[in-house]
């Protein structure tokens, strides 16, 4: 079984053998480095309302939505359950 990863900045899917909140590579697509982030993730985050989001949520790379959205209080993760 494996575990999908998406690159923060061209949605590009990498799938590994192990399941963590995300990875760092260099994406094979865009060429940039970043943090792919679990889809699970990517799913909690297109769920936080609009109204809640910065105005430049759509321009900011998953990972740094991710970030953001954790310091904002948008979203709670816990660091010793599941994703």
């Known amino acids: 079984m494996t575990e999908s990863y998406v690159c923060p900045h061209c949605g590009r899917l990498e799938d590994r053998p192990y399941r963590v909140r995300l ?22 985050l297109d769920e936080i309302p609009e109204a809640d989001r910065p105005d430049d949520w759509s321009e900011l790379p998953l990972d740094d939505r991710l970030r953001l959205a954790i310091e904002e209080g948008l979203l709670e993760i816990s660091f010793t359950g599941p994703l």
């Open 23 to 44: 990875i760092i590579l260099t994406c094979p697509d865009c060429g940039l480095n970043g943090r792919f982030i679990h889809e699970s993730l990517v799913a909690r």
